[in-house]
């Protein structure tokens, strides 16, 4: 192609869509702000995903969409006989993960869940905390999962919950509505936290599911600014928004979000807790499925 590639103009292969490069992009561009906005803030709900999957301490462990590397790092902590991978599809989240977590037993790869190439039947504990929304396509990533646990292995996945329960969730409306772009970074967001829905998924991957439950949770934000930040600028949206919204428009962003995030917002001990519901599903693969 001819001319300067733009920001939202990203190389993609010929069998990616390239709205999914553009996805892969935005993520990139926030591995950083991500890290610093977003990732201790849900360690805890991850936390309990782990304690549901509950590994073998001699398991290798596979973390799928890690993001920065700190849930692969809770899982390799849980897997201290073991090795573990994590994979993400934007190379610079990748990077900030091998900062952070990179020592004996734990390595980053880039990797897309809709494609993994990691080998068939090789790991005991397989996680996507957050992930699976923003896969094009999500029944073949789950597919991707199976395959990669060994018999006996156990898959923890954990979606966003209700869109209601969940504090920022306006912010994607919000910002596509004014970049008047209207391929939604990611569609179906809410969609796989809907009561049933991730578990009939994973079950038709071919895995018995033994927890599907919604973690009626929080996060924890020093104000609604700090708060308002992360949602726009913490996130794949953090370019629309600083590219296609003129100044008014972005102002207006934040005033519609501070109105909603301070509706919402409990006060505890000189901090807010913003309502985090997530959805948790665990599943296990049969000892004969080889
Ligand atoms: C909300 S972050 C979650 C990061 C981490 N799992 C955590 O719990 O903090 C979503 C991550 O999914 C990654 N991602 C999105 N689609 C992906 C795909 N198809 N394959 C691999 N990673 C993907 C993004 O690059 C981003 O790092």
Request: aromatic share 8%; net charge negative.
């Amino acid at each position: 192609m001819a001319g300067e590639r733009g920001v939202d103009d990203p190389v993609h292969d010929d069998d990616e869509p390239v709205e999914k490069a553009g996805l892969r992009n935005a993520w990139g561009r926030v591995n950083v702000a991500y890290d610093d906005m977003w990732a201790e803030r849900t360690a805890h709900l991850t936390g309990r995903g782990l304690d549901l999957l509950a590994p073998e301490p001699d398991w290798d462990g596979l973390d799928i969409a890690c993001g920065p590397g700190l849930t692969t790092a809770a899982l390799a902590e849980r897997l201290p006989s073991g090795r573990t991978l994590g994979v993400d599809f934007a190379e610079p989240m990748i990077e900030r993960a091998r900062e952070r977590f990179s020592k004996p037993g734990i390595e980053f790869a880039v990797d897309d869940a809709e494609r993994l190439s990691q080998p068939t039947g090789t790991f005991g504990a397989v996680t996507c905390s957050i992930g699976l929304m923003y896969c094009y396509d999500a029944r073949s990533a789950l597919q991707h999962m199976a395959r990669v646990l060994s018999p006996g292995g156990r898959l923890m996945v954990m979606v966003w919950g209700r869109a209601p329960k969940v504090w920022w969730s306006p912010v994607i409306e919000l910002i596509e509505s004014r970049a008047e772009y209207f391929a939604s970074v990611c569609p179906m967001m809410f969609f796989y936290g809907l009561p049933g829905v991730l578990g009939r998924m994973v079950a038709e991957a071919g895995l018995t599911v033994a927890n599907d439950e919604a973690v009626d949770e929080f996060m924890v934000f020093p104000s609604v600014e700090k708060a308002v930040d992360a949602a726009i600028l913490g996130g794949p949206l953090a370019g629309l928004y600083t590219n296609r919204l003129g100044p008014e428009q972005q102002h207006d962003v934040r005033r519609l979000l501070t109105e909603h995030i301070s509706g919402l917002a409990h006060a505890r001990d000189g901090e807010l807790l913003l309502p985090a519901e997530a959805r948790i599903v665990v599943a296990e693969k049969s000892a004969l499925d080889g």
